[in-house]
């Protein structure tokens, strides 16, 4: 188990898949926005924090398809699937390398582009908050949707299909966390539940993962 | 303990491909496939390796037993040779893979990525893989594809060795080995008369 | 278990091919005598004025969204549990239906929405929870469409459609938490005080009525063809193989 | 006989065309569909053999 | 040429990637705005049309992917090479083929889209206008992307990279003539810049394209 | 006209591989490039098909009469196998396929995915499209991979048509394939002495 993780981690610096792409797409996304939507400092300060969980959740999204396809593609899925390694097993560690090499640096560089689109001074601590604790869950989420599609050629845009709505719960409660807290009001619940999502999702959903991809294998 | 095949049918894309083929393969022998394009060899090897339920019969013996090589050889690309094999070592639990690099004749590219190897060198890496599993059934799917005669020598030794140490080898080639412990196989009697998909029969 | 017979494909086709014209017949008149009297014969809200109207297709639209999820779902399981054709392919057939439905509640909403609120659409819980339901059906269809192989797609749907089903109860409640709507509660109920007033409350039940058969005949008879479909597939990859 | 819809006519009026335009076409692909995919069938059985 | 064109159509469709998918993302990037920022009307009028421009910019982007690489796994793009094709000739017909299953229905689906993010009654047709003057672009430079990553395995990421700076003036623009328009200002001056970007675009860059692919296949 | 390379250097990644290979192919003769897994024999193809610049010497008679047929056959999983055939003859300006399903014995299965395909006949229906080409001079990587003898045999027979209505083929194998036309080179002699990448010598 270890030695897959330690082998996804050393291909996703490797491959210059891991750490800097999902970063710079969320750099990217979030310069975009001033351009799309125009420089009024007021409104971006109030969308920030959305901005913000939009952008990390896309850049989450669009690495899905390396947690699972390459290995689909150079056979190693299948003799990963024969080798003394429980499904659930490589699923959650694949979940878990997406995390680290996606979700993590997401989470510590969204303080830095708060700053980009003025973010208000109270906004960081939650918005890292936030971010820290759904990310884990966009995820594992994201590497069920890898496993559902895992056989089709290039199935990303359907995958992003299928993930997106999976997706809806854990960017209404953890943007809600961002943005009350940005605006200084209280957090608790919609922080309870966005834990509640993410460890429920963590705890459930690797099972659901193996089954699907072990019906895409045969 | 023995490989035990009986009654078994195996099907792609939910058709039938080979019925009813039987066979048992003890330690310390090979069993070659043979029988033409497209007439399942991949199937079967597929089925006995676990990738893929038998639509009917029994399979003794394989299981945890079993390393698999197939058409594709897993290998990353951006690792190096030792890497890559490390990892395969590390996943079966496995420590020393010298005798395996030795074996294939890979010690001259060891730091060299995958991704950079002629389509050979690869094969011979891949087939490496199999050295550093542990497992004593090898189920190999054309293994001496791209291989030059002196890596197909090179491989009949290795799985010669793993014979003599009691190990069995199941596998599909179109060409001769000159293994002594090997016998052949012919699948194309076992070919499945033509039928709908199987899963399609309720549909009947 | 008699009930199990029809997850044989050749009775179910028997049997619904006996039930169907008499289902669609009857589809068909509760539809026309609902709308027409609906549209016809029913007074103007005092407060809504003509608009109300709308209701007739509204309400039993948007329950047909909702109800034709909860057949997939529960054809979904028995599929996973008991392995029936028929139900996968049941399931598969219903889908576009259910779509349609999510459709037509929303278009009718965003159109009603227009005089009422002053907007064709607002960010309310109960039409936001319509947009996301409408997604699922989306991707349901569009999965069902990617695989090629019969069996691999009808496990890997009916799965998505368990996991969906959790998501989508679970945004349900996000989105009422994110937003407090505009949107009427629940007026349907046995509770006489909240209920519309009898003139529309009548018609409004024949439409909903329409409305079920009218989905009822459609699932049967897509499923048919689902059933047909697969038939055709297998006896030509046996001419093939011949 | 049409009902005097006052000033929402438009809106009543579309809401009625586009649901039933919707379900009319769904239901004309379903119906098409299975007629195709009936033909479909009967050729390929050859004997137009009934459903069984 | 035509037969590449039908080609690349059918694949599209067949493989069930073509229509269909860039049009779903860009409905859903538009669906998770709001739950981003929040669902107040007046916020949303305010971005849409940036948000549009870039939700169709997005579904632009995922879908390049499959421009080339597809061809360039399984071996057709060696084929095509030294076939008797100008390579010029392919790259375009190409972008022409991804802008047909793309670019178009995103222009069209716009107006739609722009209903949930109360899009102003002005804003319709200058969205229209503005997204059917800048998609071809976008499809024209993410040839080019697509032709420079086009060896990496799942290069997709780094391509999105390569891309979005590329991509920042037609968005600058384009979301610029949406905006006024929305606003009841006027539109000629970014029109104009629009509309010179799109025809250089696609007059120039096939030949850049040509030049990359010919590197990246030696 | 014939296929002449003179003082040929080819390089992989920038190493040199192979260095001064010379020979001349006649039309109507097929030459069978030998040597053992890394060799270069690859590179030496991707060379004369124009898939790479030389990094010195000449190579005529090339160009625009290659057909080149790699490891990967460049099929589309999704699309039926005439119609894989059908495009490829559109681009090269050829009408008719039949000759080349009839050829290499895919005429049963013209209306199959390509992606439902066995190993072997996804390889031969990459061999057909050869001969919807029109080409003279067929470079071929590995032709015979994954085929069993028949298959072989069909192919064997395909290049025999080729040769003897003037055209000439390049191939590199490990298997022979009986061909009274052709010649055999071993490449081993041309192997480049270890060198660093051609490109760094600027930097001595
Ligand atoms: C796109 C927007 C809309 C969607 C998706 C939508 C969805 C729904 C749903 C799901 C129901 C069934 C609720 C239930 O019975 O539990 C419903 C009922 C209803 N809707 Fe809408 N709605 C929309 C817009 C509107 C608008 C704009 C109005 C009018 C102002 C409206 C008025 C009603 C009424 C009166 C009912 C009946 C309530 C009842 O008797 O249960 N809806 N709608
Ligand atoms: N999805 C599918 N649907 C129907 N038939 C299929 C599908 N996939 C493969 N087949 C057929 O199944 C048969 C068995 O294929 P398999 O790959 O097992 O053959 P093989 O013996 O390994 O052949 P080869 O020597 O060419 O590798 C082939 O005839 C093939 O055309
Ligand atoms: N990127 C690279 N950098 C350095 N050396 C490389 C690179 N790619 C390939 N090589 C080496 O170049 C040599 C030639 O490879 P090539 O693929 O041409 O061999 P080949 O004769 O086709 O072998 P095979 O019979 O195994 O297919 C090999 O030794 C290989 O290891
Ligand atoms: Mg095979
Ligand atoms: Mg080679």
């Known amino acids: 188990m270890i030695a897959l993780l330690t082998r996804d981690l050393r291909l996703a610096i490797r491959a210059g898949g891991g750490f800097g792409l999902g970063l710079a797409f969320f750099l990217i996304v979030t310069v975009l926005v001033p351009f799309g939507v125009g420089p009024e400092t007021g409104l971006l300060t109030q969308i920030a924090p959305g901005i913000l969980w939009i952008g990390a959740l896309l850049a989450c999204l669009l690495s899905l398809d390396r947690i699972l396809a390459l290995d689909w593609e150079d056979g190693s899925l299948d003799l990963l699937a024969t080798a003394p390694l429980p499904m659930e097993g490589i699923v959650s560690i694949k979940a878990l390398a997406h995390w680290i090499t996606t979700g993590l640096p997401l989470v510590l560089a969204a303080p830095v582009l708060g700053v980009l689109l003025s973010l208000p001074p109270d906004g960081y601590l939650w918005v890292l908050v936030s971010l820290a604790l759904g990310t884990p869950a966009l995820s594992v989420i994201g590497t069920f949707g890898a496993a559902l599609t895992v056989g089709l050629k290039r199935g990303g845009l359907l995958m992003s299909l299928l993930v997106l709505p999976l997706y809806v719960p854990t960017l209404i409660f953890g943007a809600e966390v961002a943005r009350r807290g940005a605006e200084g009001l209280t957090v608790q619940t919609p922080l309870l539940l966005l834990a509640g999502i993410s460890f429920g999702v963590i705890a459930l959903l690797p099972f659901a993962s193996a089954a699907v991809l072990r019906i895409n294998l045969r | 303990m023995e490989l035990t095949v009986e009654n078994l049918s195996v099907s792609r894309g939910g058709v039938p491909v080979l019925e009813d083929v039987g066979f048992t393969l003890a330690s310390g022998r090979a069993l070659v496939l043979r029988g033409p394009n497209g007439s399942g060899k991949t199937t079967l090897l597929r089925t006995i390796a676990g990738l893929q339920p038998p639509l009917a019969g029994q399979i003794t013996g394989a299981g945890e037993r079993v390393a698999y090589a197939a058409h594709s050889d897993g290998l990353k690309a951006m690792l190096s040779v030792t890497e890559n094999l490390h990892f395969w070592a590390q996943v079966f639990g496995v420590d020393d893979i010298t005798p395996a690099l030795r074996a294939f004749d890979l010690e001259g590219l060891t730091d060299r990525l995958a991704g950079m190897l002629s389509a050979g060198q690869k094969r011979r890496l891949g087939l490496a893989r199999l050295m550093v599993t542990g497992r004593p059934l090898w189920v190999l799917d054309e293994p001496t594809v791209s291989l030059d005669t002196a890596s197909v020598q090179l491989f009949a030794d290795a799985v010669h060795t793993h014979l003599e140490a009691g190990g069995s080898a199941l596998m599909a080639t179109h060409i001769d080995l000159g293994l002594a412990e090997a016998d052949v196989l012919d699948v194309t009697p076992f070919r499945a008369k033509p039928r709908v998909a199987a899963q399609d029969e309720a549909f009947w | ?242 | ?52």
Chains 1, 5 share one sequence.
């Not at chain 3, 014209?21 to 009297?37: E, H, K, M, N, R």
């Not at chain 3, 297709?57 to 969204?65: D, F, K, T």
């Not at chain 3, 259910?98 to 659409?121: D, E, N």
């Open chain 4, 1 to 52: 006989m049409m009902p005097d819809l006052g000033k929402y006519a438009d809106v009543v009026l579309g809401s009625y065309a586009v649901s039933l335009t919707l379900i009319v076409l769904l239901v004309v692909v379903s119906i098409r569909r299975a007629r195709k995919v009936r033909a479909e069938l009967e050729r390929v059985e050859g004997k137009g053999r009934s459903d069984g």
């Open chain 3, 1 to 242: 278990m008699s009930l199990w017979e029809y997850a044989n494909p050749v009775k179910f086709i028997r049997t619904t091919d006996k039930v169907l014209p008499w289902i669609s017949v009857l589809a068909v008149a509760s539809l026309v005598i609902g709308l027409i009297w609906g549209f016809f014969f029913t007074p103007d809200d005092f407060r809504q004025g003509s608009t109300v109207k709308i209701i007739y297709l509204h309400v039993p639209s948007a329950l047909m969204a909702i109800n034709a999820w909860l057949m997939m779902l529960v054809a979904s399981l028995i599929w996973i549990v008991r392995r029936h054709h028929v139900s996968a392919l049941a399931a598969r057939a219903a889908a576009p239906v259910g779509a349609v439905m999510t459709v037509i509640a929303l278009a009718t909403g965003a159109l009603w929405g227009q005089p009422m609120w002053g907007t064709w659409w607002a960010w309310d819980p109960r039409l936001t929870s319509f947009l996301i339901l409408f997604l699922f059906y989306l991707g349901y269809m569009a999965l069902w469409e990617a695989i090629e192989n019969d069996d691999t797609a009808a496990d890997l749907t009916s799965i998505l459609c368990l996991v969906g089903s959790v998501f989508a109860l679970l945004s349900r409640y996000a989105v009422n938490f994110w937003n407090q709507g505009l949107h009427q509660g629940a007026s349907l109920s046995l509770d006489k005080e909240e209920n519309v007033a009898d003139v529309f409350y009548f018609p409004l039940l024949v439409c909903i009525a329409g409305f079920v058969l009218l989905f009822i005949a459609l699932v049967f008879l897509r499923t048919q063809t689902e059933i047909r479909a697969r038939r055709t597939r297998a006896l030509m990859a046996r001419e093939r193989m011949a």
